[in-house]
């Protein structure tokens, strides 16, 4: 299994940014799909998940209304489509999946996700 994240880079605040997660090497349709995000010297944060089999999502409290995940099966790619963005939304992005699961939702826990991607680094200026 392996998950590529892209399309952090530098924007000013009020700006947007997507980013991708490709997933290969397993079923992404049923694969549970989250964004975390760690701050400098901060603890790794919950974003925004999707469920594979119900689509569901969950969203932070801090991002709710601001981002939103979004998934394309036929393309084994999850988004993050973040509006309005803010410096403290800078961080380190990563994507997460729990491949092929049976639960029809997801959840906001690390010790959920068993797959981890590279990070993408987002710096919002002010």
């Known amino acids: 299994v392996q998950l590529q994240a892209s399309g952090g880079g530098l924007v000013q605040a009020g700006g947007s940014l997507r980013l991708s997660c490709v997933l290969s090497g397993r079923t992404f349709r049923y694969s549970n799909m989250a964004w975390f995000r760690q701050a400098p010297g901060k603890e790794r944060q919950f974003v925004g998940a999707?469920?594979?089999?119900?689509?569901?999502?969950i969203y932070a409290d801090s991002v709710k209304d601001r981002f939103t995940v979004s998934r394309d099966n036929a393309k084994n790619t999850f988004y993050l489509q973040m509006n309005n963005l803010k410096p403290d939304d800078t961080a380190i992005y990563y994507c997460?999946?729990?491949?092929?699961?049976?639960?029809?939702?997801?959840?906001?826990?690390?010790?959920?996700?068993?797959?981890w991607g590279q990070g993408t680094l987002v710096t919002v200026s002010s």
């Open positions: 997460a999946a729990v491949v092929e699961s049976t639960g029809l939702y997801c959840g906001f826990s690390m010790g959920e996700y068993a797959y």
């Open positions: 999707s469920s594979g089999r119900r689509s569901a999502t």
